[in-house]
T-cell receptor, first 109, second 114 residues
Framework: EDQVTQSPEALRLQEGESSSLNCSYT??????LFWYRQDPGKGPEFLFT???AGEEKEKERLKATLTKKESFLHITAPKPEDSATYLC??????????FGTGTRLLVSP | NAGVTQTPKFQVLKTGQSMTLQCAQD?????MSWYRQDPGMGLRLIHY???????DQGEVPNGYNVSRSTTEDFPLRLLSAAPSQTSVYFC?????????????FGNGTRLTVT
């Protein structure tokens, strides 16, 4: 059975304190890995897609990386506006997308 | 360009009532889908469509119906609401029919069934 596990469940950081979120997966075949950001009361918003091990993508303070078994979302010098839930999703086949349960990030000033 | 629009934002139903959750997108996306989000669980696919007139079941389809008469609209019908259907429902669309392009989500409908 395809599984996507995100850790930690929740993370509290001070402004400027860099850290990483983890998304590990056990799937039959990886067609793509997606990162989304979700603010309270809103729908998920797309951040990155990674397709193969070794690939990296960056956007402002966020950097996503991918290995054969996991992906990391690195947050460098976070700001309070980076507070959100970050979701990871793995596409394993045609129209088959498995979501993790997310990491709730809180960045305090 | 509004993206994906869902209505209503909130809804309370009694057990056994029926209702339709509305979803519309203005991006001319072929692929549209419905997910539910429950505490402690990842988003789960209810139904999806790869074009007008074409729908298929996802992971948790029981108790829900969909239809796709136009590219823009993809309503989700609850036939006879049950407390287990209390959840937040998200509609999402994407450019690719195969699902390997990013999803664009609406802001959700929070449904409570009493």
């Amino acid at each position: 059975e395809d599984q996507v596990t995100q850790s930690p469940e929740a993370l509290r950081l001070q402004e400027g304190e860099s850290s990483s979120l983890n998304c590990s997966y056990t799937v039959s075949g990886l067609r793509g890995l997606f990162w989304y950001r979700q603010d309270p009361g809103k729908g998920p918003e797309f951040l990155f897609t990674l397709y193969s091990a070794g690939e990296e993508k960056e956007k402002e303070r966020l950097k996503a990386t991918l290995t054969k078994k996991e992906s990391f979302l690195h947050i460098t010098a976070p700001k309070p506006e980076d507070s959100a839930t970050y979701l990871c999703a793995v596409q394993t086949g045609f129209q088959k997308l498995v979501f993790g349960t997310g990491t709730r990030l809180l960045v305090s000033p | 360009n509004a993206g994906v629009t869902q209505t209503p934002k909130f809804q309370v139903l009694k057990t056994g009532q029926s209702m339709t959750l509305q979803c519309a997108q203005d991006m001319n996306h072929e692929y549209m889908s419905w997910y539910r989000q429950d505490p402690g669980m990842g988003l789960r696919l209810i139904h999806y469509s790869v074009g007008a007139g074409i729908t298929d079941q996802g992971e948790v389809p029981n108790g829900y119906n969909v239809s796709r008469s136009t590219t823009e609209d993809f309503p989700l019908r609850l036939l006879s609401a049950a407390p287990s259907q209390t959840s937040v429902y998200f509609c999402a669309s994407s450019y690719s029919r195969t699902g390997d392009t990013p999803l664009h989500f609406g802001n959700g409908t929070r449904l409570t069934v009493t």
